[in-house]
């Protein structure tokens, strides 16, 4: 059932690995296994498991560090104070996101095109609310925040996601956008690796940061990842979580997004979270089953709030609801999440 509905909503792969070996495995429209994704902000969790590496080896002393640390050319300015944790809980204050201005001339978009976007990011952002105050799903957050991977480790962004992460799992390498040659990367949009390497930095988390005996990531750093921010329930350190159970879970703060991501139901795993990306590239984690689900390919054919869109709890519980009826164990029935969104 599962395979049935990731081809009725036109994807073009799923994975689901769960206790220690690959359970299923399907690719559609001539998709193959070695082919890289177009991950979208599925990137954008990547940035935090880097940020996590770079914590463990010691290039970055703590997520209480002011950002400053790194972008030192933000001392003495408004800009000094934000935390990288609050960059990482999307509550940085740095340049609330215009999610409705996507002019060629707005600063949204000449930091996407820009050849030398890293000026704009650190010369033409503005502090535009007390970090911590609001929740701001931003690209612009994410690809400052691959600037301070890259000034606290003296390596490139995509070098040290390599070497320090997919190396360290036996995973294949990727790509990622530049504009330029050695220009920054963008972190939040733009990493491409294959279906396996993304279920391996899975594996990773739904067992706790260590990977086959040692450890990668810190202790309890899984534990904080997905420990909801203040700001927003579904957010934790570039990361999105399952509960509270909604039924419509927005990126973006209501007001910029009045229809979510929807839910029918709630996960049947309070332990849950998710790498999300544009168009349902998504990964759902669940370390209480040793369980990875990945699902990606073009967007479904319906837009979220149509008749038929996709429906972000059913792969993960259809998944669930099999394991239960495999081991002899009573398959759970539906559980409506209620009405609403939060976000």
Not at 151 to 167: E, H, I, M, P
Not at 257 to 279: I, K, R
Not at 305 to 333: C, K, T
Request: overall charge neutral; aromatic content about 10%; charged content about 20%.
């Amino acid at each position: 059932m599962a395979r049935a509905y990731t081809q009725r909503t036109k994807a073009q792969g799923l994975i689901v690995w769960q206790g220690g070996a690959v359970q299923h495995a399907s690719f559609f429209d001539g998709f193959r296994a070695d082919e890289l994704i177009a991950s979208k902000s599925m990137a954008k969790m990547v940035v935090g498991v880097v940020i996590g590496r770079a914590v463990m080896e010691g290039h970055i002393r703590s997520l209480d560090q002011p950002v400053s640390d790194f972008i030192t050319e933000w001392r003495g300015t408004p800009k000094e104070g934000p935390t990288i944790r609050q960059f990482l809980q999307n509550s940085s204050g740095i340049s609330r996101f215009k999610y409705n201005n996507f002019a060629p001339w707005s600063q949204t978009m000449r930091e996407y095109l820009s050849e030398y976007h890293e000026r704009i990011l650190i010369d033409e952002t503005k502090l535009d609310y007390p970090p911590g105050s609001e929740y701001d799903y931003s690209m612009i957050t994410s690809d400052l925040l691959a600037l301070v991977v890259e000034r606290a480790t003296g390596q490139r962004y995509a070098d040290y996601v390599g070497r320090a992460l997919l190396q360290r799992i036996g995973a294949a390498p990727g790509t990622v956008y530049v504009n330029r040659p050695g220009g920054l990367a963008h972190a939040g949009c733009c990493l491409m690796l294959t279906p396996e390497s993304f279920v391996r930095i899975g594996i990773l988390l739904a067992r706790d940061g260590v990977w086959e005996g040692q450890r990668l990531l810190p202790e309890g750093w899984v534990a904080e990842t997905v420990t909801p921010s203040p700001a927003n329930p579904h957010w934790g350190l570039h990361m999105w979580i399952g509960r509270p159970c909604v039924e419509r879970r927005r990126w973006f703060p209501e007001r910029s997004q009045p229809v979510g991501v929807l839910h029918s139901e709630c996960y049947l795993a309070d332990d849950l979270f998710l790498f999300d990306g544009s168009g349902n590239q998504a990964m759902w984690i669940v370390p209480s089953r040793d369980l990875v689900v990945l699902r990606f390919g073009p967007p479904p054919t319906r837009r979220p709030g149509e008749p038929g869109e996709f429906d972000n709890s059913v792969l993960p519980n259809l998944v669930i609801r099999g394991l239960e009826a495999a081991a002899g164990r009573p398959v759970p029935g539906p559980l409506p999440a209620p009405k609403g969104s939060v976000g």
